[in-house]
């Protein structure tokens, strides 16, 4: 068998303080229709990254409208995971050339073979996200299940070979979901094609409310200067995140604002071989720097960590040059924070409106936005108060569970 996760339940009727009742009846209604259903979701990593991050905390809450939802992690080894973080980037248009080796093709589908030999058959429905198990359902012929696949990546301009390669996997599927329209390739045949975008809980560690002192006092044990400003990028050890561009933006803003300082909380990833370089590089510019701090998951630095300094920073930057959506942007919008982002992928989604103007195209503009953010907390504020509506109204997990309930219906009833 897969790895299953473990995880409890969680209450949807939490939400009715903070969201539109109307939206939660609409999820807790389709729990009802869908009683019983038996539901998977499938990915490849337990911990680091947007998906592990979004299914720990969307799978107990549909475990409270009735439906018997998993969580399960394929597994695979190193060669495997290489070829699949380079599928991940060439999805986002990176090119590729392992790709037109038949060997390490060959890895991936023996991979997907033997993982599909030990799904359980009884699931009603298996939501399978990226690229890494996308072939799974290939091979289960004969399965009964209604299967759709999440891509969580921006697949706007993929690499045609790469697209080439996956596109008759995708199209196995019953349906596919992807964050916004822009992502769909248009060469994707399926009768059903829709789009979703994720959301983060509100009640989770990671976005629960901490005083802004208990956040300060944390930030102070690790070495970090309270009474200084501080802005601080979070996301996994990966070039589409641009670190280099953050600390090049860091630096230039530093010149205007003595005194800053700069966190790089990252994570590490099953599925992500790639970040240990990523980590190390990042690591040598830290130490040329004492006011530039490097974080990770390996070092103790889990999901209340990261709140405490997502809501102690003074702005948070993002300056990814490709990014499926990023939870990041929303988590840290939730806290009220100003955000700098690069203009890129599903971060626009959320950075409408007046938090539009800070989306940014290059590290000059990145170091521009935020030295004037930093001078400006009365700016600050009014953002952070629109950010938080922002993600109230369109990025909260029962809009979410809706919308998915709502497609996997569609699906049954036909
Ligand atoms: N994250 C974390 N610790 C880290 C780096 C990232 O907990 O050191 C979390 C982050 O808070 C977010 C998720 O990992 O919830 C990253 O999701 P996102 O959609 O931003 O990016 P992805 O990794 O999926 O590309």
Redesign the pocket.
């Known amino acids: 068998m897969l790895h299953k996760i473990s995880l409890g339940t969680c209450d949807i009727d939490k939400y009715r303080l903070i969201e539109a009742r109307g939206l939660i009846d609409e999820a807790v209604s389709l729990g009802k229709e869908l009683k019983g259903l038996r539901l998977c979701h499938i990915n490849s990593t337990p911990f680091?990254?947007?998906?592990?991050?979004l299914l720990v905390s969307y799978i107990p809450l549909l475990r409270s409208l009735g439906i018997k939802a998993d969580w399960q992690v394929i597994r695979g080894d190193r060669r495997f995971f290489t070829f699949t973080k380079g599928l991940h980037n060439a999805l986002q248009g990176a090119p590729f050339a392992e790709i037109e080796k038949i060997s390490t093709k060959r890895v991936y589908l023996a991979n997907n073979f033997a993982n599909a030999r030990e799904l359980d058959p009884n699931y009603d429905v298996f939501v399978v996200n990226d690229p890494q198990p996308a072939a799974l359902r290939h091979y289960s012929p004969d399965s009964n299940t209604k299967w759709i696949w999440r891509c969580?990546v921006d697949s706007s301009q993929p690499d045609a070979t790469v697209w080439d390669f996956l596109r008759p996997y995708v199209e196995e599927h019953d349906a596919a979901v992807f964050t916004t329209s822009e992502f769909v390739p248009q060469d994707l045949r399926l009768a059903k094609t829709t789009t979703m975008a994720?959301a983060?809980c509100a009640f989770s560690p990671?976005n629960m409310f901490i005083k802004k002192y208990v956040c300060r006092e944390l930030l102070e044990s690790l070495g970090l200067d309270r009474h200084r400003p501080l802005i601080t990028q979070?996301?996994?050890f990966?070039r589409?995140?641009d670190p280099f561009g953050t600390i090049a933006a860091y630096r230039l803003a530093k010149k205007e604002v003595p005194g800053l300082q700069l966190a790089m909380?990252?994570?590490f990833?099953q599925d992500d071989p790639e970040s240990w370089d990523m980590y190390a590089a990042i690591h040598t510019e830290a130490n040329k720097d004492d006011d530039m701090f490097v974080?990770?998951?390996l070092t103790g630095?889990?999901?209340m960590e990261?709140n405490a300094f997502q809501r102690a920073s003074d702005v948070v930057i993002?300056k990814s040059i490709r990014?499926?959506?990023?939870?990041?942007?929303a988590?840290a919008l939730w806290k009220e924070k100003p955000v700098v982002a690069g203009n890129a992928g599903g971060i626009p989604l959320q950075m409408t409106g007046e938090l539009s103007h800070y989306l940014v195209n290059s590290t000059e503009e990145c170091a521009e936005k935020t030295v004037y953010l930093l001078q400006n907390p009365a700016v600050c504020k009014k953002l952070g108060e629109e950010g938080k509506k922002i993600v109230t109204q369109n990025f909260l997990m029962p809009r979410l569970v809706r919308d998915e309930l709502a497609l996997i219906k569609s699906l049954i009833s036909k």
């Not at 990014?323 to 942007?329: C, D, H, P, R």
């Open positions: 680091g990254g947007g998906v592990a991050e969580h994720p983060i990671k979070v996301s996994r990966d589409w995140k909380i990252g994570s990833a974080y990770s998951n630095i889990g999901n990261v993002q990014e499926g959506f990023g939870l990041v942007v988590e």
